[in-house]
């Protein structure tokens, strides 16, 4: 079965860290551009990061960056998403996705939340 399984997610107070991770099965990410997506109740889904898919470029939209890193281990089939000085806005379920000309891929999702 193609499965991303995230984990990682959790309570976090603002200015905190945290690193979520994304396990693959059923096929191998190595072929696959990989993304973070992020929704927030009531908002649409957001862009939060990707990295091609030897892992050499990554890219981040103004709200992340800085504070968000990607990464990936191809050999271990895993992604990863280390994040610091979180804050409130950054609040949302957190989803790991693959992409390849021919088809996208997504996990069930993570939920992060950022609160004192």
């Known amino acids: 079965e193609v499965q991303l399984v995230e984990s990682g997610g959790g309570l976090v107070q603002p200015g905190g860290s945290l690193r979520l991770s994304c396990a693959a099965s059923?096929?191998?990410?190595?072929?696959?551009?990989m993304s973070w997506v992020r929704q927030s109740p009531g908002k649409g889904p957001e862009w939060v990061s990707s990295?091609?898919?030897?892992?050499?470029?990554?890219y981040y939209p103004d709200s992340v960056k800085g504070r968000f890193t990607i990464s990936r281990d191809n050999a271990k089939n895993t992604l990863s998403l280390q994040m610091h000085s979180l804050q409130p806005e950054d609040t949302a379920v957190y989803f790991c996705?693959?992409?390849?000309?021919?088809?996208?891929?997504r996990g069930q999702g993570t939920q992060v939340t950022v609160s004192s």
């Open positions: 990295i091609n898919k030897s892992g050499a470029t990554t």
């Open positions: 059923g096929f191998t990410i190595g072929s696959y551009e």
């Open positions: 996705t693959a992409r390849s000309p021919t088809d996208t891929i």
